[in-house]
């Protein structure tokens, strides 16, 4: 008799910690979507990813053509980044300095940017000609191909601003 009322015990506490835990996640399933529903959540959201666009130079990847095409339409030069893949300071200047915003804002702005990988594609063709030695190398071109500027290996925003803003440029 005992054992039967053990058995019987044991097998309402199962019972109850099954309905306690789908209680417990169904509770966090709601308070999750009640937090994330909320307008000005959202908002914020997508304030975040526009303001993010806004504060990083925006590239042309890996396209010669399309980055000329752009540049003669719009009267301007060509800031090239020319990388490669396995580079950390190519990667250090995409996380760090081409997101700064006054970067951002005045490339934006002043030139057609291209990223460019050199060893694929249009890159490795231009790598020859530009005769590209080390990376990151970064480059004002016109949209003919003629180099007007350049400079190798990293650089701060502060100096890829002075870069930009070389009177030669204009």
Known sequence: M???CVHIWITKLRM????????VALLSIIVFLGIF???EIANAIGNDERANLETQ???I???WTSAVEKAKKEHKYIFVDAYAVWCGPCKLLKTTTFRDRKIAEYFN???VNLSLDMEKGDGA???EKWEIEAYPTLLIVDPEGRVIS????FITATDLLKFGQDPKIK
């Open 61 to 63: 990847e890996n396209s």
């Open 109 to 111: 702005k002043n030139f």
């Open 16 to 23: 109850m910690r099954k309905k306690i835990i789908y209680i």
């Open 150 to 153: 350049g400079h190798v290996g």
């Open 57 to 59: 130079v925006n590239f």
């Open 125 to 127: 063709k231009l790598s």
């Open 37 to 39: 529903n909320k307008p």
């Open 2 to 4: 005992i054992a039967m």
